[in-house]
Nanobody, 127 residues
Framework: QVQLVESGGGLVQAGGSLRLSCAAS????????MGWFRQAPGKEREFVIA????????YYADSVKGRFTISRNNAKNTVYLEMNSLNAEDTAVYYC????????????????????WGQGTQVTVSS
C-alpha cells in the first residue's frame, strides 16, 4: 500500500509559478510510475503529466507543455510538479497518482489506470 500526500498548492497571480510536491510512503516508491491529475469545479479529472520510475520518460498534456515540468527524487520518495506561466484555466485541485509498475501505463490519461491517489491540493490562479 502506498500513501500519497500533496503539498504546495495555494493562490497565485496569473503568470506566476508554483511547485507542488507529493510525498509517498513505502520503500518501493522508486519502482512506481508517478503522475499528476487535476480537477476543476464541474469538470472531470484530467491528466496533466507523468514520469516513469527513473525519470527518463515523461508525458505531458498538450495544455501544459512548455509550462509544467515533472521530476522525482527517489531517495526522498517525492515527486514534484513545477508550474510556470500559470493562467486561470490551471485553477483546480491537483492530485498525485502512483502506478504499481515502473513504466507509465499505456492508458495514462485515464484516471482509473492509476493505483493510488493523494487527497489533492488546491491551486487557484487569479487573473
Amino acid at each position: 500500500q502506498v500513501q500519497l500526500v500533496e503539498s504546495g498548492g495555494g493562490l497565485v497571480q496569473a503568470g506566476g509559478s508554483l511547485r507542488l510536491s507529493c510525498a509517498a510512503s513505502g520503500r518501493t516508491f522508486g519502482g512506481y510510475a508517478m503522475g499528476w491529475f487535476r480537477q476543476a469545479p464541474g469538470k472531470e479529472r484530467e491528466f496533466v503529466i507523468a514520469i516513469n520510475w527513473s525519470g527518463s520518460n515523461t508525458y505531458y498534456a498538450d495544455s501544459v507543455k512548455g509550462r509544467f515540468t515533472i521530476s522525482r527524487n527517489n531517495a526522498k520518495n517525492t515527486v514534484y510538479l513545477e508550474m510556470n506561466s500559470l493562467n486561470a484555466e490551471d485553477t483546480a485541485v491537483y492530485y498525485c497518482a502512483a502506478d504499481r509498475y515502473p513504466a507509465v501505463p499505456n492508458n495514462y490519461p485515464i484516471p482509473g489506470t492509476w493505483d493510488y491517489w493523494g487527497q489533492g491540493t488546491q491551486v487557484t490562479v487569479s487573473s
